[in-house]
């Protein structure tokens, strides 16, 4: 932090590189395992690579592998994908009021390189970073994309020389989940909204037997969320203290939310009012 | 439109040598279902004025989403979307190990990492 602001301009995307790192560093494995896919299905490296860039998503492209192994029609790749990509619907609607103000380039080029892991760490750093700027936002999309297609390609290039535990790779993107659902997790309400999400999620995916029940389950969890917080804003005295919204017991080292922060300067700002009005009422029984 | 998607494959076929010009047509598809959902709605809401509702509904997306995809991954299987309770328990075992390090340690690399590291020890084990 000391660094920044001492050369705020210099040291700014190697830090931002620090926050992507972990990001990046997860999907080597993942990527090399869909390049290797992807080669299997037929892809030599240079289609992986731009296929990488354009789909930019592992579960698409691991899907997109699989139909195109069982040489499904075009049709049915399209309409399979675009379900697939639609929660990203999702995603762009709830990032949309960090980068009202950016230009029309801007925003281009910041939704197609959105996918779900840098919408997790935007979203995250968004929420409790206020200094986090759209450009920074941009730059871990663009840092997870580099990673993300030079690990495809090189899964391309070494084809099926070398094996990989798939289920192994996989849980690192879950895990990177887990520990988003951890830090977001604050009072009782997003708790009983996760498990909810959870019973919907495994519902309407072998309902709909396709990705489009994660859409649906995530729609009416999360419309179920904002109805029960605003339902106890309006008709409880004490919001705050409603079971729903208490805070749930987190460590010492719980990080400080942007949320938090308003409601300790606005705490600072009635404790000042209070000791100027201390200091007036004195004053006045002089005169 | 129907008919004119199921037709292509037909005049490029994916065998032989018009290989190559059948995966550029697949990587144009791809790439248009990829751009649709991503675009048009961060479009559409960062160039109009949101409702508050609208906001605190999103407010709860993230949990949601990454929730049902937590569970996707561990309790449904790829193949099918069969629901599988107790079909990878090493990974429900590591999913313990890593909300426990998140919770404490709060940090994204020791997360992930501690996490791959369970669950390959656990699917030696079990």
Redesign the interface.
């Known amino acids: 932090m000391a660094k920044a602001q001492i050369n705020p301009e210099k040291a700014r995307w190697l830090e931002v590189l620090g926050i992507a790192?972990?990001?990046c560093?997860?999907y080597i494995p993942i990527g090399l395992a869909c390049g290797i896919l992807l080669h299997a299905a037929?892809?030599?490296f240079i289609?992986t690579l731009?296929?990488s860039i354009?789909?930019?998503?592992g579960g698409?492209q691991?899907i997109?592998a699989s139909l195109?192994t069982i040489?499904a029609?075009?049709?049915s790749?399209?309409m399979t994908?675009?379900f697939?990509?639609?929660?990203?619907?999702?995603?762009?609607?709830?990032?949309?009021?960090y980068?009202?103000n950016?230009s029309?380039h801007f925003?281009?080029l910041?939704?197609?390189s959105?996918n779900?892991e840098n919408y997790?760490?935007n979203?995250l750093k968004f929420a409790t970073d206020k200094k986090w700027t759209p450009k920074d936002g941009l730059l871990v999309e663009h840092y997870s994309l580099i990673s993300w297609s030079v690990a495809n390609m090189v899964g391309g290039l070494i084809g099926s020389t070398i094996s990989i535990?798939l289920?192994?790779v996989?849980?690192?993107?879950?895990?990177?989940?887990?520990?988003?659902?951890?830090?977001?997790?604050r009072n009782h309400l997003?708790l009983l909204?996760?498990l909810?999400?959870?019973v919907?999620?495994?519902f309407f995916?072998?309902l709909?037997?396709?990705?489009l029940?994660?859409v649906i389950?995530?729609l009416i969890?999360?419309?179920i969320?904002?109805l029960i917080?605003?339902t106890v804003r309006k008709h409880s005295k004490d919001p705050d203290s409603n079971w729903f919204l208490t805070k749930l017991f987190?460590?010492m080292?719980?990080?400080i939310t942007v949320e938090d922060q308003q409601e300790r300067r606005e705490l600072k700002k009635v404790k000042q009012q209070l000791d100027a009005d201390r200091e007036q009422t004195p004053s006045e029984h002089d005169d | 439109m129907e008919q004119l998607f199921s037709n292509l494959p037909l005049l490029i076929s994916d065998s032989g040598n018009s290989k190559t010009l059948y995966h550029i047509i697949v990587i144009i598809f791809a790439a248009f279902a990829a751009f649709i959902p991503r675009y048009f709605p961060i479009l559409f809401f960062s160039t109009r004025k949101i409702p508050e509702w609208f906001n605190e509904w999103m407010k709860y997306v993230p949990v949601s989403l990454f929730t049902a995809l937590i569970v996707k991954g561990i309790f449904v299987t790829t193949a099918g979307y069969h629901f599988v309770p107790f079909g990878h328990v090493e990974q429900i075992l590591a999913a313990l190990v890593v909300m426990v390090v998140a919770y404490f340690t709060r940090s994204m690399a020791i997360s992930v990492v501690g996490g791959l590291v369970a669950v390959w020890l656990l699917s030696m084990v079990i």
Request: with cysteine; charged share 10%.
């Open positions: 790192m972990p990001l560093l997860s037929g892809f030599n289609m731009v296929v354009v789909v930019f998503s698409a691991f997109l195109l040489h029609p075009l049709t790749i399209f994908l675009f697939l990509e639609l929660r990203y619907a999702l995603l762009g609607s709830s990032l949309s009021k980068i009202k950016e029309q925003i281009w910041f939704a197609v959105m779900d997790a760490v979203y535990n289920e192994v996989d849980f690192a993107l879950t895990a990177l989940f887990l520990y988003m659902v951890v830090m977001q997790v997003t909204i996760c909810l999400s959870a919907l999620a495994v995916l072998v709909t037997k396709s990705t029940g994660i389950a995530t969890a999360s419309f969320g904002f917080e605003n987190r460590p080292a719980t990080r």
